[in-house]
Every structure is written in C-alpha cells, then in structure tokens.
C-alpha cells in the first residue's frame, strides 16, 4: 500500500466534468466509506479549511458496475499516514506534503489500486454550485463597494480598491446550488478598525437595495468569469478573476465558476441581523438566478 507523492491533478478549475485516471490508493476512511485517491480527477472536493463549496455529485466506475461517490474531501500525506478533511495536520501546500482528493465511495465498492476508473460529476449540480460561487464573489464585492462609507478609518483595500468589509469581518461562506450564505461579525474589533457598526443596523433594507443595484450593474456589464491557476495540482494557488467595468477583479478561490456573468439574469441579495452569543453577525444570503 503506497501513498502517492505527488498533489492530485485537477482538472474541474477549467470546467471539466469527466475524468479517466489510475487509482493510486484505497483505504477504508470510517462510517463505511472507501478513500479513492487517482493521479487526476474533474471532481471538486470540499476544502479542509475554508470548507465553502460543498463537493460535486457524482460517479466513479472502474471496470464492473458504476458507484455513486458519496463525497469528496480534500486530503493530505507526508507519504506515511492519510489524512482526510479537518484531520489534516498542516497548512495547504505545506513542503514535503502531498495534497490529494479523496473520492468517498461505500466500503463495498469494486475499486481497487492500480484500476482504470472513469470520474464523472453531474453537470447540474456543478452548474448549479458554479453559479451560486460566481454570486458570492460578485456579491461581496458589491456588499464593500456599498459599505464603503462607513469606514472612518483607513482598512484594506479589496479587488476593486474598496475597504474589504468582507475581508475583514467574514465568519462563515456557505455555497449552496444557486446561492451563498455568507456571515459576517459585527464585533468591537471590527468596531475598533473603525466600521461603524451601529448605523448599520437600522438601515439593512438600504444596504439591500444598494448591493442590489450594483449586482444589476455588473450582470448588465455581461463580464467575463474565469480561474486562474498557478499549476495544475490541488494545492497550487487559483483565483477568481471577473473582468469588471471598475477593472479586473482577482479574489483567491479554490472553487468552480460560471464563464460569464452573461448565464445569469440575477443574483437578489438579503440581509439579516442575528445575535450570536451576544455579537451581533450580518447575514448575507443571495440566490442566483440562472438564464437558461
Ligand atoms: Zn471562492
């Protein structure tokens, strides 16, 4: 049994559904499920540590019957022990470490290491999943550009030279089929960087209307969407760039996007205060609204 030594090729960052690869490892990965790592795959795996983009939908088949793939993780391996998901030890990209997806296939599955396996992730789940990842980029964006006047104090900028609300108060990212959820804490430090949290709250359908414009605005723009990759292995940085009216807007993403902002016909955002444990936390939630 051999852990491979080098990152797992990714084929998904460039759109690619289906994949044919060599199994290079199988182990048993708990809860009844197999780990399947190949030397390539197109199926997007959820990240470890920013766990925004859930994993795609699909199959794997080697030489007898097709297996749902039930999830898929990203791993890692100093070449010594497996580890999936948030048992990884190290940072992504760590030196001497291999960065790997993890098919998660049921135990009793008929794939084993040395097999031809041909990867297939559905195309309405991507999609689906694309389109609410290409909103939440758009979204956050807009959400700075409309809070840009509540800073009193300098704050870094974001892609489009804005203060990076997002940035800087993001908690949480949830990418959903044709939607995201993103929260963001509206505590004393941010308070402190000079946000000024208070005015905020008494005027969220505002800040509704203004996201929203400026969403419109960019959808009407019909900017061009695409990742740009460092290399073609899991840990190699990507990002998401859009070809904005403002300029090229460039955010660090390890997921999968629309081509354009022309497949979309909106993106409506909704704003909402909850209370957790005492600190205040904006939720932004936005669904997308697909052209065909
Ligand atoms: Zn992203």
């Given at each position: 049994m051999t852990l491979p030594s080098h990152d797992t090729i990714v084929?998904?960052?460039?759109?690619?559904l289906s994949a044919t690869s060599r199994v290079l490892h199988v182990e048993p990965a708990g809860d009844g499920r197999l780990a399947v790592i190949t030397e390539h795959t197109s199926f997007h795996p959820v990240d470890?540590?920013?766990?925004?983009q859930p994993a795609d939908a699909g199959t794997m088949r080697a030489a007898g019957p097709t297996h749902v793939i039930r999830d898929a993780v990203v791993a890692a391996t100093d070449g010594e022990t497996l580890h999936l998901g948030a048992d990884i030890p190290v940072r992504t990209g760590t030196e001497g470490w291999s960065f790997l997806v993890a098919h998660l296939v049921d135990?009793?599955?008929?794939i084993a290491e040395g097999d031809e396996v041909a990867i297939e992730a559905d195309a309405a789940t991507r999609r689906a999943l694309s389109a609410g990842h290409t909103a939440c980029h758009l979204a956050a964006l807009a959400l700075n550009r409309a809070l840009a006047d509540r800073w009193s104090k300098p704050a870094r900028d974001d892609a489009?030279?804005?203060?990076?609300f997002d940035g800087i108060a993001i908690e949480s990212s949830r990418i959903v089929a044709n939607g995201s959820v993103d929260r963001y804490r509206l505590n004393k430090s941010l308070r402190r960087a000079g946000f000024d949290t208070a005015s905020l709250q008494g005027d969220l359908d505002g800040l509704r209307r203004a996201v929203a414009d400026q969403l419109d605005g960019w959808i009407a723009s019909g900017a061009v969407v695409r990742v740009e990759r460092d290399g073609e292995g899991l840990a190699d940085r990507r990002a998401w760039v859009c070809e904005l009216p403002e300029g090229t807007a460039r955010i660090p993403c390890g997921g999968t996007h629309l081509d354009?902002?022309?497949?979309?016909?909106a993106v409506l955002p909704r704003f909402e205060l909850v209370d957790d444990g005492g600190t205040p936390v904006l939720e932004m939630t936005c669904g997308a609204r697909l052209r065909h």
């Amino acid at each position: 049994m051999t852990l491979p030594s080098h990152d797992t090729i990714v084929t998904y960052p460039a759109g690619d559904l289906s994949a044919t690869s060599r199994v290079l490892h199988v182990e048993p990965a708990g809860d009844g499920r197999l780990a399947v790592i190949t030397e390539h795959t197109s199926f997007h795996p959820v990240d470890a540590a920013w766990p925004d983009q859930p994993a795609d939908a699909g199959t794997m088949r080697a030489a007898g019957p097709t297996h749902v793939i039930r999830d898929a993780v990203v791993a890692a391996t100093d070449g010594e022990t497996l580890h999936l998901g948030a048992d990884i030890p190290v940072r992504t990209g760590t030196e001497g470490w291999s960065f790997l997806v993890a098919h998660l296939v049921d135990e009793d599955s008929a794939i084993a290491e040395g097999d031809e396996v041909a990867i297939e992730a559905d195309a309405a789940t991507r999609r689906a999943l694309s389109a609410g990842h290409t909103a939440c980029h758009l979204a956050a964006l807009a959400l700075n550009r409309a809070l840009a006047d509540r800073w009193s104090k300098p704050a870094r900028d974001d892609a489009l030279g804005n203060p990076d609300f997002d940035g800087i108060a993001i908690e949480s990212s949830r990418i959903v089929a044709n939607g995201s959820v993103d929260r963001y804490r509206l505590n004393k430090s941010l308070r402190r960087a000079g946000f000024d949290t208070a005015s905020l709250q008494g005027d969220l359908d505002g800040l509704r209307r203004a996201v929203a414009d400026q969403l419109d605005g960019w959808i009407a723009s019909g900017a061009v969407v695409r990742v740009e990759r460092d290399g073609e292995g899991l840990a190699d940085r990507r990002a998401w760039v859009c070809e904005l009216p403002e300029g090229t807007a460039r955010i660090p993403c390890g997921g999968t996007h629309l081509d354009s902002l022309t497949e979309l016909s909106a993106v409506l955002p909704r704003f909402e205060l909850v209370d957790d444990g005492g600190t205040p936390v904006l939720e932004m939630t936005c669904g997308a609204r697909l052209r065909h």
